[in-house]
């Protein structure tokens, strides 16, 4: 494989759990690098057809490139998936037979300091996933208010040193405006320092709960779900992968409710939760803390 191109993360159980037909109508409403895309329309060939979405640009592009042999059955737009909705009705592309939402951070966006997303990797404080969105992580740090801060780094990141580390952010920029992510990482190193912390970073919890502010990261989910639903034909299905619980959380309960309610608009295909197996998980680091849940509609 070409090692420039992103590994799909539980490939086999997506394209299994959506339950592909040739000539499907299938969205994938995050498609990244289209590692997940390509397999769908391999899977729906020799008409299926493809709507991928992706409010990042760069992964529009990555995409298209990886998927120009399909060009005549592949849409591409740059949107957010709360627009998923939106933009299929101006396509006219529905109802489908599959949707998949991958919440995962790509490699490339990692990988690339401009960002702001890696601890490890030097730049300056953004953590955008699209140009489109106005709010940097920059502004969160510096301008929002100490109590503010402690309630996302609790509510976004599940740290238990949350008032510690606002404390330590509130102090430092009194000082100097904290610009980059070293910096962002050194302050909170600092205020809460590093005991207990053997497998992960002091500001790894602090780095996610700014990324899920800046983007609105729950709010999205919680508002594109039941839009997805609707656009789902009778027998069609939806295949959701989460990398952290409070995510996973919001898909759960989402699907539960729904499938639970006194006359029921879905069904859960998977009741239990879908993990990577662990020669996945040897393989793709990324895939780890990935976890798979799959409804399909009445």
């Known amino acids: 494989?070409?090692?420039?191109?992103?590994?799909?993360?539980?490939?086999?159980?997506?394209?299994?759990?959506?339950?592909?037909?040739?000539?499907?109508?299938?969205?994938?409403?995050?498609?990244?690098?289209?590692?997940?895309?390509?397999?769908?329309?391999?899977?729906?060939?020799?008409?299926?057809?493809?709507?991928?979405?992706?409010?990042?640009?760069?992964?529009?592009?990555?995409?298209?490139?990886?998927?120009?042999?399909?060009?005549?059955?592949?849409?591409?737009?740059?949107?957010?998936?709360?627009?998923?909705?939106?933009?299929?009705?101006?396509?006219?592309?529905?109802?489908?037979?599959?949707l998949l939402l991958d919440l995962g951070l790509s490699r490339d966006q990692l990988k690339d300091g401009a960002r702001g997303f890696a601890i490890q990797t030097e730049g300056p404080l953004d953590m955008r996933f699209s140009d489109q969105v106005s709010l940097t992580a920059k502004e969160i740090v510096n301008t929002w208010p100490e109590k503010s801060l402690e309630q996302i780094f609790t509510e976004f990141g599940e740290e238990r040193h949350a008032a510690r580390a606002a404390q330590a952010i509130a102090a430092a920029r009194k000082l100097a405006?904290?610009?980059?992510?070293?910096?962002?990482?050194?302050?909170?190193?600092?205020?809460?320092?590093?005991?207990?912390?053997?497998?992960?970073?002091?500001?790894?919890?602090?780095f996610q709960a700014l990324r899920i502010a800046t983007n609105r990261e729950f709010e999205n989910i919680k508002q594109a779900l039941p839009e997805m639903v609707s656009l789902l034909a009778p027998g069609g299905r939806i295949a959701v992968l989460t990398f952290h619980s409070l995510e996973d959380r919001i898909v759960k309960f989402f699907f539960r409710d729904l499938a639970?309610?006194?006359?029921?608009?879905?069904?859960?295909?998977?009741?239990?939760?879908?993990?990577?197996?662990?020669?996945?998980?040897?393989?793709?680091?990324?895939?780890?803390?990935?976890?798979?849940?799959?409804?399909?509609?009445?």
């Open 177 to 206: 405006p904290i610009n980059t992510t070293r910096e962002l990482a050194d302050v909170v190193v600092r205020g809460v320092g590093r005991r207990g912390r053997y497998h992960i970073h002091p500001a790894t919890r602090i």
């Open 1 to 98: 494989m070409d090692e420039s191109l992103q590994i799909p993360v539980m490939l086999e159980e997506v394209i299994s759990g959506l339950n592909l037909t040739p000539g499907a109508l299938v969205i994938d409403a995050t498609i990244g690098g289209g590692g997940h895309a390509e397999a769908i329309l391999t899977a729906t060939a020799p008409q299926g057809k493809l709507l991928g979405l992706d409010w990042d640009k760069d992964a529009i592009t990555r995409s298209g490139n990886r998927l120009a042999a399909y060009q005549d059955r592949v849409v591409l737009k740059q949107a957010n998936y709360t627009e998923t909705k939106t933009i299929a009705y101006e396509q006219r592309f529905y109802p489908v037979s599959a």
């Open 260 to 298: 639970r309610a006194e006359h029921p608009t879905i069904a859960l295909v998977n009741k239990k939760v879908i993990k990577p197996g662990r020669p996945e998980v040897l393989g793709n680091k990324a895939s780890r803390s990935a976890k798979l849940r799959i409804i399909e509609k009445l």
